[in-house]
Nanobody
Framework: QVQLVESGGGSVQTGGSLTLSCAAY????????MGWFRQTPGKVREWIGS????????YVADSVKGRFTISQDNAKNTLYLQMNSLKPEDTAMYYC???????????????WGQGTQVTVSS
């Protein structure tokens, strides 16, 4: 089992920045891939990006490319999502997820955190 705990959400103004963290606990050796997703009420969960934890290779969705960056600190078993130039449409609940095989852009991840809310005001 793997437990994922997100933190770092909050309220910012348009153009501001936030860094979300996702700490992994438990059998972290199964976290071959980790990803970030977001969801607003009434909408499907949107993939933001993923990282192959062993190689450290990360990629993000075109919708956030150039503004969001995924990174990790393996010593701390923590995943990060650096968000810059935030827009009101970035307002959502943000989730981290882990998967024991290759990264996907769909919701097919084995483990999920509880989410952290990000609100961007204009």
């Amino acid at each position: 089992q793997v437990q994922l705990v997100e933190s770092g959400g909050g309220s910012v103004q348009t153009g501001g920045s936030l860094t979300l963290s996702c700490a992994a606990y438990g059998h972290i050796y199964v976290t071959y891939c980790m990803g970030w997703f977001r969801q607003t009420p009434g909408k499907v969960r949107e993939w933001i990006g993923s990282i192959y934890t062993a190689a450290g290779s990360a990629y993000v969705a075109d919708s956030v490319k150039g503004r969001f960056t995924i990174s990790q600190d393996n010593a701390k078993n923590t995943l990060y999502l650096q968000m810059n130039s935030l827009k009101p449409e970035d307002t959502a609940m943000y989730y981290c997820a882990a998967r024991s095989s290759g990264c996907l852009r769909t919701n097919e991840y084995n483990y999920w955190g509880q989410g952290t809310q990000v609100t961007v005001s204009s």
